[in-house]
């Protein structure tokens, strides 16, 4: 049974026989299915949606035989793009599912998430349309989490202009060090050593969650999982449709990253709102967006 039903509304179902249940609708009633053609089978994708922007995908392949099921998996689909990165696909070990991995400066760690449009992605293979550009939208299904209050900031447009402007130059270094410039690799061991000391001395006095505004680091053993601090800049409460379970949908900024996240209310700690952070541990997605 997937451990991250439960970030979509179905925290109450604990049997493998609930679970093919819910299966069996999902393969009878989907609302949208993708399939791609290879050789005398076809890999098919069929999702249905239990709340706004998201469900349950169930995968695999139809012969003559009929469909023989790979893999399912709960998902939530974004509202934008995150980021314009370039993103490498590796095929996972078990089945037909993907994994991707983007690095991107502004996190500091390559991103590992789990692929959400695999059927799509294969038929760009098919068709070799994959040596253009293409975008990343991430989102993330949360285990649990809790509502922090934000941390105060001088409402400047002088220290909004700074922020921005520190945020890319840190970027480009970052870009730099992977190419292997030495100055640029000089300069983030200088920064990140100063910021280690700045943050030694505060921590004595202050709490570490008052010091760090967002970020964003591995969690665990699973390699795309994650876990977060981030600013809530949109949050709105749906209902699963089968369970009239509630859940949270929010927008976080985390490290001038922009990303969605859904958390099941039971398991989440506090109220969500604009202007307050979310820090839970999360299963990040990406979906590839082809159509640019």
């Known amino acids: 049974m997937h451990s991250y039903l439960r970030a979509i509304g179905f925290a109450n179902i604990t049997k493998e026989s609930e679970v093919e249940e819910l299966l069996a609708d999902v393969y009878q009633k989907f609302d949208h299915r993708e399939a791609v053609r290879e050789d005398d089978t076809a890999f098919i994708e069929m999702e249905k949606e239990f709340a706004p922007d998201m469900g349950i995908k169930l995968c695999g392949d139809i012969d003559g035989d009929g469909f023989h099921r790979q893999y399912y998996f709960p998902y939530y689909k974004g509202r934008s793009v995150t980021t314009s990165e370039e993103v490498s696909v590796e095929r996972r070990v078990n089945g037909d599912s993907f994994a991707g991995i983007c690095d991107d400066g502004r996190v500091g760690v390559s991103l590992i998430f789990y692929l959400q449009n695999a059927a799509r ?14 975008t990343t939208t991430f989102t993330g299904l949360s285990s649990g989490g809790r509502i922090l209050f934000p941390v105060a900031k001088r409402s400047s447009e002088e220290i909004g202009d700074f922020e921005k402007k520190s945020v890319a130059r840190r970027s480009q270094l970052m870009s730099a060090a992977k190419n292997g410039d030495p100055e640029a690799i000089e300069s983030l061991t200088i920064e990140d050593m100063d910021l280690y000391s700045m943050v030694s001395r505060r921590v004595y006095k202050e709490d570490v969650f008052s010091i760090v505004d967002t970020f964003f680091m591995p969690y665990g053993m699973e390699c795309d999982q994650y876990q977060i601090l981030g600013n809530i800049e949109y949050c709105q409460r749906v209902q699963n449709m089968v369970t009239d379970e509630y859940v949270y949908q929010m927008t976080l900024e985390c490290n001038d990253m922009y990303f969605d996240v859904c958390v099941n209310a039971k398991d989440l700690l506090g109220v969500p709102e604009i202007g307050r952070r979310f820090k839970g541990n999360i299963w990040l997605q990406g979906q590839l967006n082809f159509d640019l």
């Open 121 to 134: 992605y294969r038929q760009e293979q098919i068709l070799s349309q994959l040596k253009g550009a293409v």
